[in-house]
């Protein structure tokens, strides 16, 4: 659900913007998915940790990989239409983005949705970014998601690099208190045969306290028609800041949330860096993306993953 600036209760509403890229709200789950087992403990340590950690047991990760079958994926996009892809959306077309994926899971109304998410280079070689929109409700440390996988190159029903189930998820403690600082970074599993992420599908360097401004491509799985999450979508423009974010020209919608926005990017080798990610748009009918700027407290976020 992308973040809007309206009033709709499957968007939040961060200093007035429209809220929420994530698909919220979908088909509700046909089994009852198995809750995190992180819970928030309030005493004055964990509050004066930047970063809250979201983590999964062993059995809940083997219980996700088992729930998001091939059928179960194709069926989500399916359930969802926010009408025709917009003209600034355009389909992906240039060299292979396997880092880029699906990032699939069961929101805390019990729905199955997607978010966009991607690989990024780290010291565990398991590292993901993505929005915290994705991970957990803002302002409400108890509404967390829940059966995470993470399914990097997906296109059309196909997983080519395998299914990786989330560890973790780390997120700035301000969003779980003030919808503040939307980023989070994921910790995956290994894959079937034992290999870490990067490993597989490599992975995209991140740049911190980069200035705003430049070219950026941001990329993401929308619920728009016709693709309605089955392919990777696009949007190019300059940088500018504006509410103390970065906003580009992007009228990509629900599902493109968590998607990265690369700076230095070359279409054609797919190399480029992340500099932040899709988080909200402008209006229902949206002709801007926003995006955070990555500081310390994302740098945080991300040292906290790859230490993981």
């Given at each position: 659900m992308l973040k809007l600036r309206t009033s709709t209760s499957v968007i939040r509403l961060p200093r007035g913007r429209v809220a929420g890229l994530a698909v919220a709200g979908m088909a509700l789950a046909l089994v009852a998915p198995v809750p995190a087992t992180a819970v928030p403990v309030r005493d004055a340590a964990v509050a004066a940790d930047p970063v809250s950690v979201l983590g999964f047991t062993g059995t809940e990760r083997r219980d996700a990989l088992a729930y998001w079958t091939t059928a179960r994926m194709k069926a989500v996009g399916k359930s969802v239409d926010l009408g025709p892809s917009g003209p600034k959306a355009k389909p992906w077309r240039g060299a292979a983005l396997p880092a880029v994926g699906r990032l699939f899971f069961v929101n805390s109304t019990g729905a199955d949705t997607w978010c966009t998410a991607t690989a990024v280079t780290s010291a565990n070689r398991s590292a993901v970014m993505t929005a915290a929109h994705c991970v957990r409700r803002g302002s409400s440390p108890y509404n967390t998601n829940m059966?995470?996988?993470?399914?990097?190159?997906?296109?059309?029903?196909?997983?080519?690099?395998?299914?990786?189930?989330?560890?973790?998820?780390?997120?700035?403690?301000?969003?779980?208190?003030?919808?503040?600082?939307?980023?989070?970074?994921?910790?995956?599993?290994?894959?079937?045969?034992?290999?870490?992420?990067?490993?597989?599908?490599?992975?995209?360097?991140?740049?911190?306290?980069?200035?705003?401004?430049?070219?950026?491509?941001?990329?993401?799985?929308?619920?728009?028609?016709?693709?309605?999450?089955?392919?990777?979508?696009?949007?190019?423009?300059?940088?500018?800041k504006e509410h103390g974010e970065q906003v580009i020209p992007c009228d990509m919608t629900g599902g493109s949330s968590g998607g990265p926005w690369f700076a230095g990017f070359k279409a054609g080798t797919g190399k480029g860096v992340l500099v932040s990610v899709n988080s909200s748009l402008d209006s229902l009918t949206p002709t801007k993306m926003y995006g955070e700027v990555l500081r310390n407290t994302a740098r945080k976020v991300y040292d906290r993953a790859q230490a993981f």
């Open positions: 059966s995470m996988v993470f399914v990097p190159g997906y296109h059309q029903g196909k997983a080519p690099h395998g299914v990786f189930a989330v560890r973790a998820a780390m997120t700035p403690r301000s969003w779980e208190t003030s919808s503040d600082n939307d980023i989070s970074a994921l910790v995956v599993g290994a894959d079937k045969k034992g290999r870490t992420l990067t490993d597989v599908v490599g992975g995209h360097a991140v740049a911190f306290d980069r200035a705003v401004g430049g070219s950026i491509t941001a990329l993401g799985y929308p619920a728009t028609r016709p693709q309605r999450g089955e392919e990777l979508l696009h949007c190019v423009g300059t940088a500018t």
